[in-house]
């Protein structure tokens, strides 16, 4: 598995730049993977992320987009303009989660 | 007498109380199956209903032929699973306690999830689903009436039954059009919610240039939103104009499972995904399109999956530990069109992928690639499923997934 130094450190990614050790991510990280896709992270953006951390942390698997909005309470209208052109990916990319699989 | 009761006799739910009856003692357990329907629908006939190249006679039969002789069938609709008290409670009051419960419900299609689909006047005018044996049937009307203008291909959001089905779907509309001398006239276009044609890189890289080939416009990442009269709207409020729609409703579980709180936001029922037992309950297994695997919902998982569950399910019921594990195994004839197609074959861990697939007898058939043979062999699976598959004889399949004859993409020259 290749490493890569974000914030200063080293972490573990896959090819695609999704970080795959959990607890090697923390907020500070957070912040440098979002602003290498562009985006500023406000308090909306990290109500969705913990949702997604939190999520994972219990079910083993990076929620879909439909479950932000059903069991997270966040409006799919609201993740689209938060994270745009591709809410799923980019959810799981800042909180340090597996991509979502969408399911073959 | 030990009870083992399963809920729905569609391919998953069939297969399990035929195998099973044969493996549990007579005088040990009873087995009943319960199911709304008298009828037992081939699904995967519906993609050739609307083209006209199956009749609507030939996709069912009574649900009674296939269920094996010692196993009760009850015919109703199921109120709630009171998993506390193992007891199930149908709508007409009837109460089946159990031992042990297999769901195998499935998923079905829910137009009235997306706002404006099925409420907004066009519903069966000039929207459709082919995902049912009553949509089948319209859309064939609706096509062979269809002769200039937008044909829109489109899935609501995964998963779905059979995610290959709906670019079939537009590889036969393509072959329709053209032996009509139609196809200048219309505008073919897939939109899906996924980045590509399909999830994986090696079938999606192949299918996009088969969708290229016959000039079928794909719109990626469009997750919709709404319908506006004859227009999809996305989240991000791209809008795509269509004459008409062949859609797949968002797939859901069925309502009973929220009602019983043993489903997740889409009413698929969470378990172990290598022995399908629920995570909530020791005695309460999901089986088939019910269940939350991150695999295909097709018949060939359901298939493989009762393989490997009928062996741990003799375990479990003996207080063994279950040493079977599924490995997502799915194997599906993706037709193409003018009388060819291809196969795919795959599992949790490795994506469709090029080669052969050797079956002993009649094998090998090409894998990603458009052959004749691989046409055959999707139209003698009919017979395959009624015969074969839902009494739960042996396929000459492994139900695990086999390496053999496939190239490794590293390896590839």
């Given at each position: 598995m290749p490493m890569t130094a974000i914030a200063g450190r080293e972490v573990h990614v896959d090819d695609e730049g999704f970080l795959t050790v959990?607890?090697?991510?923390?907020?500070?990280?957070?912040?440098?993977?979002?602003?290498?896709?562009?985006?500023?992270?406000?308090?909306?953006?990290?109500?969705?992320?913990?949702?997604?951390?939190?999520?994972?942390?219990?079910?083993?698997?990076?929620?879909?987009?439909?479950?932000?909005?059903?069991?997270?309470?966040?409006?799919?209208?609201?993740?689209?303009?938060?994270?745009?052109?591709?809410?799923?990916?980019?959810?799981?990319?800042?909180?340090?989660?597996?991509?979502?699989?969408?399911?073959? | 007498m030990r009870r083992l009761l399963v809920l729905g006799a569609g391919t998953a739910g069939t297969m399990v109380v035929n195998k099973l009856r044969r493996r549990l003692s007579r005088a040990e357990w009873d087995i009943t199956v319960v199911d709304r329907s008298d009828r037992h629908y081939y699904q995967p006939g519906y993609l050739f209903l609307p083209f006209g190249r199956y009749s609507a006679e030939q996709v069912h039969e009574p649900t009674g032929r296939h269920i094996r002789d010692g196993v009760t069938l009850l015919h109703g609709a199921i109120d709630r699973v009171v998993a506390d008290q193992n007891v199930v409670v149908l709508t007409d009051g009837r109460r089946l306690p159990y031992d042990y419960l297999v769901i195998a419900t499935g998923v079905e299609p829910r137009p009235d999830q997306t706002e404006g689909m099925a409420d907004g006047g066009e519903w069966r005018r000039s929207i459709f689903d082919f995902y049912t044996y009553d949509g089948a049937q319209a859309l064939a009307g609706a096509l062979s009436e269809f002769e200039a203008g937008r044909l829109v291909v489109h899935v609501v959001d995964m998963p779905i039954k059979c995610p290959v089905a709906p670019l079939e779907f537009a590889f036969l509309a393509d072959a329709w059009l053209r032996d009509r001398g139609l196809r200048d006239r219309v505008d073919l276009v897939y939109a899906t919610p996924l980045p590509g044609a399909f999830t994986k890189p090696v079938a999606t890289a192949r299918l996009q240039s088969m969708l290229d080939e016959r000039k079928i416009i794909v719109e990626p990442d469009f997750l919709v939103e709404r319908v506006e009269g004859r227009k999809l709207v996305s989240y991000d409020e791209r809008e795509i104009a269509f004459d008409l729609l062949v859609t797949v409703p968002l797939n859901m579980g069925a309502e009973y499972l929220a009602r019983s709180g043993l489903g997740n936001e889409l009413n698929l029922v969470p378990v172990d995904p290598h022995t399908l037992l629920t995570k909530a309950y020791p005695n309460i297994f999901a089986l088939g399109d019910a269940n939350?695997?991150?695999?295909?919902?097709?018949?060939?998982?359901?298939?493989?999956?009762?393989?490997?569950?009928?062996?741990?399910?003799?375990?479990?019921?003996?207080?063994?530990?279950?040493?079977?594990?599924?490995?997502?195994?799915?194997?599906?004839?993706?037709?193409?069109?003018?009388?060819?197609?291809?196969?795919?074959?795959?599992?949790?861990?490795?994506?469709?992928?090029?080669?052969?697939?050797?079956?002993?007898?009649?094998?090998?058939?090409?894998?990603?690639?458009?052959?004749?043979?691989?046409?055959?062999?999707?139209?003698?699976?009919?017979?395959?499923?009624?015969?074969?598959?839902?009494?739960?004889?042996?396929?000459?399949?492994?139900?695990?997934?086999?390496?053999?004859?496939?190239?490794?993409?590293?390896t590839e020259e």
């Open positions: 959990y607890g090697e991510w923390d907020d500070d990280l957070a912040e440098q993977l979002a602003a290498q896709i562009g985006i500023e992270l406000t308090e909306a953006h990290w109500k969705a992320i913990n949702f997604l951390r939190e999520d994972y942390r219990r079910q083993g698997e990076t929620p879909t987009l439909r479950r932000v909005s059903v069991v997270g309470g966040i409006p799919t209208k609201t993740l689209f303009t938060l994270f745009p052109k591709k809410p799923a990916k980019k959810m799981a990319y800042i909180a340090g989660l597996p991509k979502p699989h969408g399911c073959v | 939350d695997i991150p695999a295909s919902k097709a018949g060939s998982v359901a298939h493989f999956s009762v393989e490997v569950f009928t062996g741990n399910f003799l375990q479990h019921v003996d207080g063994r530990p279950m040493t079977g594990s599924f490995d997502g195994h799915a194997n599906c004839f993706v037709e193409s069109g003018r009388g060819k197609a291809l196969l795919i074959d795959f599992n949790y861990d490795t994506e469709p992928l090029t080669g052969r697939y050797p079956i002993p007898g009649i094998g090998p058939f090409h894998l990603l690639e458009e052959t004749e043979a691989n046409h055959w062999g999707k139209l003698a699976f009919r017979w395959m499923y009624w015969n074969v598959l839902l009494p739960g004889r042996p396929m000459p399949l492994p139900a695990h997934m086999s390496m053999a004859g496939k190239h490794r993409p590293d």
